[in-house]
């Protein structure tokens, strides 16, 4: 039965918002999603929690004395041939009935009607519930309009969940236990005792249940509306819990009534996502003995509903590897998560000739270098030619062709590489520092072109405004009328369309209506976009510097957006928690990647294309394969809402930082973290490595710019098959050998930095006064 009800999942990964019009057109531009990937991850995914928390007798809560098993068994079904008929899915409804030997039921009996009316009209739901496991997975697996509205859908180890069903409500209540409140204290009380008196070895995993069992239990007394009980025990152990839990615990705390858990944001993470614990099988064993022994059947209960433990065979982990990896909204990221195979490697490049023209020859020559140099330049080209053995196949995802200009730019490229500065901790960039002076009502967003020839800024005002960089100003295409007395055949044609009277160092482009969080030029530097608290991403012409589209499917604000590295596709992310995957030429999303549990706040695209990565205020970041929509990358350890992400030249490694002012390196291949940097004291708003990949600069709103040493951080990684199987890292406390210098500014948050073409170091923020 679980393989029918998951085609509904399907659906929920490809809709759009019920705003945003009809379901996406199957682009022509990219494959569809592959169904059987999708499905097969699901199931993998179900299985392994099944095994983790199943691995011991269950001991479910027995019901209440009117509920038998058949009795509950029957409503479940229900309730979900009600939802199936409600969201029109007859077919799947059918097959449920026939395999159900339910005929009758919803079909015309009055008194199954009754009863399942009956049953819809009670309280809110939780996510899990230990009644008949399939059923419970149809449960949190079916879209549903609720879904896209208020709290999108999550998606957790590859089965999409959605929030609270009003119809399925009742059916799905975990949180109504009738144990004894005045008992949860000392049931919670005895396992913190427990657990504090266990071996050392012991100690720092098992305490990592503290906080998703304070929680749940909480929950647990206001839903039933033991409210003073629920009161005393937050009282007596959130100050037990660890510090970055303490936003969620202050949002936790407003919750003091059931009435107030309908529709909570918290609530609902909560209750959709099973906590994820990453315990050693000894440590677990210990666990369920002591529970067993004292027969605690009410946290026993919630281990099973509300937890997947993660079991591994090998030593305890130590308190330092376990604080480097949890702090996310749902715990730490199942192992299996990150198994996926990755193409990380580099696309192969087309091959240019590199032609030096004589004021290359005579720049070498007065510096006195020989001209052998010259082979060396091609070399820097071809160095891509060979085939990356981890890249995907040139043709996985449909990329645009190179246009003439496109080719140029390239080989412009390339010759700017040969005299590019090789960095490293004996040769430190210079920086360059754009700060915006008077910035209208607050600057939010920054970037800067890949030449470096322009910069863009969005403004709390809803304007962005482009300035030129270089003494060349911006110009706008002439008026039709104009255009037409144009010899087209002329050589300078591109010059001779550019109108001179509109030259001007600034352009400010008009059209949103609200503050703008994030802009991105195109490769080619023809084209601007756009994301703002109104919900839309717009393109903008650099040609004519008006607006070309506005993309709507985002219902809520959009936070961050960015072009691929090879144009054409763009992604956004927003406060619906989902990124979207847009081309240009469509006006609908061409992927949909639903999974985190709070805003996308930040996006990029890996530097083949074929993935992006997203950060969110869950704390954890994903990484999404474009070919597909499957998330194949979960990382965990941030403990603040993950505001800037890089990946390294060569693709293999990726950089983010938070609002918890550490930056955190990921070796994309194995799912690993492999480093964490420490030094800033503020939320990180910008990363950036240097164009090879030498040195990874930082930028934070403590106001200053850091440098640190790429190379030395990424040698040597531990990342043999033990280390990779059981998620086991050893972090050196090596940040400040890392780090080569520290630049601070007056008082400027830095938001933005660039490394130019030749390895120059541009950072941008808005003087701030206070």
């Not at 550019?498 to 030029?521: N, Q, R, W």
């Not at 970041?621 to 965990?636: A, E, H, P, Q, S």
């Amino acid at each position: 039965m679980a393989a029918l009800h998951e085609e509904p999942a399907e659906v929920a990964a490809a809709q759009p918002d019920p705003e945003a019009g009809t379901s996406p057109p199957r682009p022509p531009c990219l494959p569809p999603p592959s169904p059987p990937l999708r499905r097969r991850a699901g199931r993998r995914g179900e299985g392994r929690a099944a095994g983790a928390v199943g691995s011991a007798p269950t001991k479910p809560a027995a019901p209440g004395p009117a509920a038998s098993p058949a009795a509950l068994d029957r409503q479940t079904l229900v309730a979900v041939l009600q939802f199936l008929r409600r969201s029109n899915l007859r077919e799947s409804e059918e097959i449920l009935r026939r395999e159900a030997r339910l005929a009758g039921l919803l079909g015309g009996s009055g008194s199954d009607t009754d009863s399942g009316e009956a049953l819809l009209g009670r309280g809110t739901s939780a996510a899990a519930v230990a009644i008949g496991g399939s059923v419970a997975t149809v449960a949190t697996s079916s879209p549903g309009v609720a879904a896209v509205a208020a709290v999108p859908p999550g998606k957790v180890g590859g089965t999409v969940v959605v929030e609270d069903q009003p119809d399925v409500s009742a059916v799905l209540s975990a949180y109504n236990q009738q144990g004894d409140p005045t008992l949860y204290e000392e049931y919670y009380s005895g396992l913190k005792h427990f657990i504090e008196c266990s071996l050392d070895c012991h100690r720092a995993e098992l305490s990592q249940l503290f906080y998703p069992l304070f929680v749940h239990m909480y929950l647990e007394l206001v839903y039933n509306q033991h409210e003073s009980e629920a009161k005393s025990f937050f009282e007596r152990f959130h100050g037990d819990q660890e510090c970055y839990y303490q936003d969620d615990l202050r949002v936790l705390s407003s919750l003091t009534k059931k009435e107030h858990m309908k529709g909570n944001e918290t609530m609902l993470d909560f209750r959709t996502s099973k906590f994820v614990l990453r315990i050693s099988r000894d440590s677990y064993q210990l666990l369920k003995r002591h529970l067993q022994e004292k027969q605690n059947n009410q946290i026993w209960n919630i281990v099973q509903e509300h937890l997947y433990i993660d079991i591994f065979d090998g030593m305890p982990r130590s308190k330092q590897q376990i604080d480097a990896m949890v702090g996310s909204l749902a715990g730490e990221a199942k192992r299996e998560a990150n198994k996926a195979k990755v193409f990380f490697g580099l696309l192969k490049e087309p091959e240019f000739d590199v032609p030096l023209d004589d004021e290359d020859e005579e720049g070498e020559n007065e510096e006195g270098k020989p001209k052998k140099k010259k082979p060396k330049k091609d070399n820097v080209g071809s160095k891509s030619k060979k085939q990356d053995p981890n890249a995907p196949p040139q043709n996985r995802i449909p990329l645009p062709e190179l246009k003439d200009s496109d080719k140029l730019d390239k080989v412009m490229n390339m010759k700017e590489a040969a005299r590019r500065v090789r960095l490293g901790p004996e040769c430190l960039p210079s920086i360059c520092f754009y700060t915006f002076l008077n910035a209208y009502q607050g600057l939010t967003a920054v970037d800067i072109t890949d030449d470096s020839s322009m910069i863009v800024g969005g403004f709390a005002d809803s304007t962005v405004r482009v300035w030129s960089v270089t003494p060349k100003k911006l110009r706008s295409v002439k008026t039709a009328a104009d255009l037409s007395l144009i010899d087209k055949e002329s050589d300078d044609v591109l010059e001779r369309i550019m109108d001179e009277k509109t030259a001007s160092e600034l352009k400010i482009l008009y059209g949103h209506s609200g503050p703008v969080y994030g802009t991105s030029f195109s490769p080619d530097r023809n084209y601007l976009l756009s994301c703002s608290e109104d919900g839309t991403v717009r393109l903008w012409s650099l040609q004519t510097f008006t607006c070309l589209v506005g993309y709507k499917g985002h219902n809520y604000p959009v936070w961050d957006t960015q072009f691929s590295p090879y144009g054409y596709y763009f992604v956004s992310g927003g406060h619906d928690r989902v990124a979207r995957l847009w081309a240009t030429d469509h006006y609908q999303p061409l992927r949909i990647f639903a999974g985190h549990l709070a805003d996308v706040t930040c996006t990029r695209f890996h530097p083949n294309s074929n993935y992006i990565a997203t950060g969110s205020a869950d704390r954890t970041i994903r990484l999404w394969d474009v070919l597909n929509g499957n998330c194949v990358r979960i990382f965990t350890g941030h403990k603040g809402p993950i505001h800037s992400l890089a990946f390294s030249p060569n693709g293999r490694f990726l950089a983010t930082g938070a609002t918890d002012g550490r930056v955190l390196l990921w070796d994309i291949g194995h799912g690993l973290m492999v480093g964490e940097l420490k030094g800033h004291t503020d939320t990180i708003y910008a990363l950036r490595f240097s164009r090879d990949g030498e040195i990874l600069a930082s930028g934070s709103m403590d106001n200053t710019v850091r440098l640190w040493d790429a190379v030395k951080a990424f040698e040597d990684l531990e990342t043999d098959d033990f280390t990779t199987a059981t998620g086991h890292i050893n972090l050196p406390e090596n940040s400040q050998d890392l780090l080569l210098g520290t630049y601070m500014t007056k008082s400027t948050p830095v938001v933005h930095l660039h490394f130019t073409r030749r390895n120059l170091l541009l950072a941008a923020g808005a003087y701030s006064s206070q």
